[in-house]
Antibody, heavy 118, light 110 residues
Framework: QVQLVQSGAEEKKPGASVKVSCKAS????????IHWVRQAPGQRLEWMGW????????KYSQKFQGRVTITRDTSASTAYMELSSLTFEDTTMYYC???????????WGQGTLVTVSS | QSALTQPASVSGSPGQSITISCTGT?????????VSWYQQHPGKAPKLMIY???QRPSGVSNRFSGSKSGNTASLTISGLQAEDEADYYC??????????FGGGTKLTVL
């Protein structure tokens, strides 16, 4: 069965970077894109960007352009999201999600909580 | 991009029908038939309920339906059940490889 398993919770200081992983299983990794979505406590879902796992092409939300980098390791069937210059406002849950052939996000990771604290 | 506009909350009694709207612009909802809807229970990851505006993934109840008119997409849930109480988010393709979510709607089953 399709699964996306994300790395564990992180605590970072302001100004630092964080890299979250998303390991896929149960399907051919390079056949689907992976999106990254974040959600602050009690807040809405916010789209950050995505990667075509096949060719590595990426697209980022303007809001995070310059601060976010999404990569993938096809040999490990894993996608990564790195966010730099962290501020307290980046304290939130980060999700990866697979794009189905129908452009819906059909499978989601369990989420990774990133806490930015001094 | 600005978030798509959803009502903050809706409510209904068991057995009733409710509709959640999702208003965008001619650059996103109005231009593409790529609106999806997600259900999120507290502490859980979102779940895909509708894709391409009106299509249901396998396993999703046919009580859930989607539609679109102009710049506004809608999710209708008929025969409300207690388990439908959750947050609902719409999402649309916004061109140039970008996507945008709605602000979310909290559904309360009275």
């Amino acid at each position: 069965q399709v699964q996306l398993v994300q790395s564990g919770a992180e605590e970072k200081k302001p100004g630092a970077s964080v890299k979250v992983s998303c390991k896929a299983s149960g399907y051919t990794f390079t056949d689907y894109a992976i999106h990254w979505v974040r959600q602050a406590p009690g807040q809405r879902l916010e789209w950050m960007g995505w990667i075509n796992a096949g060719n590595g092409n990426t697209k980022y939300s303007q809001k995070f352009q310059g601060r976010v980098t999404i990569t993938r390791d096809t040999s490990a069937s894993t996608a990564y999201m790195e966010l730099s210059s962290l501020t307290f406002e980046d304290t939130t849950m980060y999700y990866c999600a697979r794009v189905g052939g129908n452009y819906g996000l059909d499978y989601w990771g369990q989420g990774t909580l990133v806490t930015v604290s001094s | 991009q600005s978030a798509l506009t959803q009502p903050a909350s809706v409510s209904g009694s068991p057995g009733q029908s409710i509709t959640i709207s999702c208003t965008g612009t001619s650059s996103d909802v109005g231009s593409y038939n790529l609106v999806s809807w997600y259900q999120q229970h507290p502490g859980k990851a979102p779940k895909l309920m509708i894709y391409e505006g009106s299509q249901r993934p396998s396993g999703v109840s046919n009580r859930f339906s989607g539609s679109k008119s102009g710049n506004t997409a809608s999710l209708t849930i008929s025969g409300l059940q207690a388990e439908d109480e959750a947050d609902y988010y719409c999402c649309s393709y916004a061109g140039s490889g970008t996507w945008v979510f709605g602000g979310g709607t909290k559904l309360t089953v009275l």
